[in-house]
């Protein structure tokens, strides 16, 4: 068989990798991610790695398409696709997290079925099902609503609609629902996407604190990697389909996690309190993980493990409270493996900052390094960061440009080109800002304030100050032009970046093109506005 795991180098994708390095039917692996492993050590010296971003801006339909062609090349010839990638962290960036695991796993889909592959396996999650009020255990039939004020959970429940939808067209879709995913691999990852830089991750080692606040009447369930990986190798082997609830025999409660933590010492309180307790330490960033997660944990119903049992022979070989021992250990020792996700914590607190919270000059410098980053450690951030928002800027003023020469220019026969060509920067400002976004490299704020700044004025000023000279609108088409020049040298750059940014570079191609484009349309209108300006 051959495979391809999107999100390999994720704790699911790693722990995968274990699992099937070895499998004798598993002849080819493909690892797809944003990002490369720091090291191709095992496991993922297994796979044959492309960089492809499921996460990738789309403001128009074929920016979108662009993106599955990306995926559909790699799917081609595969027997099937495992779905992995997801977004936990930046949680305060709802776009971005919808457009990386909604809009990805539709891509993800599309791309299968346009590479003709015959089976896909899809990380679903237990955050997939609608809230219940009692411990009674429930199969694969329960709804999957979600939990409404859960964006994993909303997530979860749309990409389930997704899963449909791709079945209703032939695919086959097998979807996993495992518990909260715990192994010795993911210790620094876990803190990181949860607790964040402020809280020292040595208090959560087993047996140190001296008693343990946790919220009364809380129970879930965990899963090792390894049983999860497991599930997935069997379901890839059989081609299975449907849904499958993954989790550990047992249901831990407050008096098991206070007897992994504290020998037992702890102290119940109202969820209610404890979430707004949350809320404001989330909201003063002195906790990377919302008060969604523990509404979804007060909330999700217990699952029967039976049909992954007896379909697929699967069988958990961890219990439940020596996971969350192994999970606990890792996270104090700041554990991981050599892949960006899951990198080891070298230095406390900056290695602690959640994905998204890292600024350009910030207070947290070390959270800036590449390692920590959505971008791959061969491609120098800093330069992109600069460049991006350098370009960023250019477009703001480039739009506000074109605006104005369209404005006072709109009694002459120059008008339907220029305010075509400024609403199209406009356009290619907006996804600039998606893209900015989307690589995590922050605009350069004080900069968009002062074209922001330029721009009302000039429009001002355009709207009260007459043509002065018949040079004016040469003048002004000569300045547009300019700026687009130094407009189209961004987008070519973009184009040889694309593939080591895991970015389809047919997008950028477009965008070069329209540039092209508008250059050649203000050299007609220059001259014209010369011939007219010239004319005795």
Not at 400 to 407: K, S
Not at 438 to 462: C, D, H, I, M
Request: with cysteine; net charge positive; hydrophobic share 45%.
């Amino acid at each position: 068989m051959k495979i391809a795991i999107v999100g390999a180098t994720g704790n699911a994708g790693t722990a995968l990798l274990h699992a099937l390095k070895d499998e004798p039917q598993i002849k080819e692996i493909t690892g797809i991610a944003r990002r490369y492993p720091h090291r191709m050590v095992d496991p993922y010296s297994a796979a044959t790695w492309q960089r492809i971003d499921v996460a990738a801006p789309a403001l128009e339909a074929a920016d979108d398409d662009d993106v599955i062609d990306l995926l559909s090349s790699a799917f081609a010839g595969l027997d099937a696709v495992v779905h992995l990638a997801w977004l936990i962290q930046p949680n305060r960036s709802r776009r971005l997290l919808r457009r990386a695991n909604v809009d990805g796993t539709r891509r993800v889909v599309e791309a299968c079925l346009r590479a003709g592959v015959p089976h896909l396996v899809v990380a679903s999650s237990v955050g997939a099902y609608s809230p219940v009020a009692d411990d009674q255990p429930r199969d694969e039939q329960w709804q999957t609503g979600g939990i409404t004020t859960s964006h994993y959970a909303v997530d979860k429940a749309a990409q389930e609609r997704v899963l449909t939808a791709g079945e209703e067209q032939g695919l086959k879709i097998a979807r996993l629902r495992p518990a909260l995913i715990f192994d010795g691999e993911a210790g620094a990852e876990v803190t990181r996407l949860f607790f964040g830089a402020l809280i020292p991750a040595w208090l959560l080692k087993p047996g140190r604190l001296p008693i343990v606040p946790l919220p009364r009447g809380v129970r879930f369930q965990v899963a090792h990697g390894a049983d999860v990986a497991d599930a997935y190798r069997r379901v890839i082997l059989q081609g299975a389909t449907g849904a499958f609830n993954v989790a550990a025999d047992e249901v831990l409660t407050a008096a098991d996690v206070a007897n992994v933590l504290d020998r037992g010492n702890s102290v119940p309180l109202p969820p209610k309190a404890l979430r707004s307790v949350m809320n404001l330490a989330w909201h003063a960033r002195m906790l990377a993980a919302d008060p969604g997660w523990l509404d979804m944990a007060m909330s999700v119903p217990v699952m029967d493990t039976s049909r992954a049992q007896q379909e697929l022979g699967w069988k958990p070989k961890h219990r439940a409270a020596q996971t969350l021992e192994e999970m606990l250990t890792a996270v104090a020792h700041g554990a991981g493996a050599s892949s960006g996700p899951l990198r080891p914590r070298e230095e406390w607190p900056v290695d602690q900052v959640p994905q998204g919270s890292a600024r350009p000059g910030g207070a947290v410098g070390a959270a800036t390094d590449s390692k920590a980053h959505r971008i791959d450690v061969d491609v120098d951030r800093w330069a992109v960061h600069r460049y991006l928002a350098d370009h960023l800027t250019g477009a703001t003023a480039g739009a506000a440009r074109a605006e104005r020469a369209a404005l006072r220019q709109r009694r002459t026969p120059a008008a339907p080109t220029l305010e075509k060509i400024a609403k199209q920067i406009r356009q290619e400002e907006k996804y600039l800002r998606l893209l900015i976004d989307t690589l995590e490299v922050r605009p350069l704020r004080y900069r968009q304030a002062a074209a922001w700044l330029g721009e009302k004025f000039g429009n001002l000023s355009a709207t009260t100050r007459p043509q002065s000279t018949s040079l004016d609108p040469a003048l002004d088409v000569e300045l547009l032009r300019s700026a687009i020049i130094g407009k189209l040298g961004g987008w070519q750059t973009l184009i040889r970046l694309a593939p080591q940014l895991g970015l389809p570079a047919q997008t950028f191609e477009r965008f070069s093109q329209r540039g092209q484009e508008q250059i050649r349309q203000l050299d007609e209108l220059h001259d014209s506005a010369i011939a007219r300006a010239l004319r005795s």
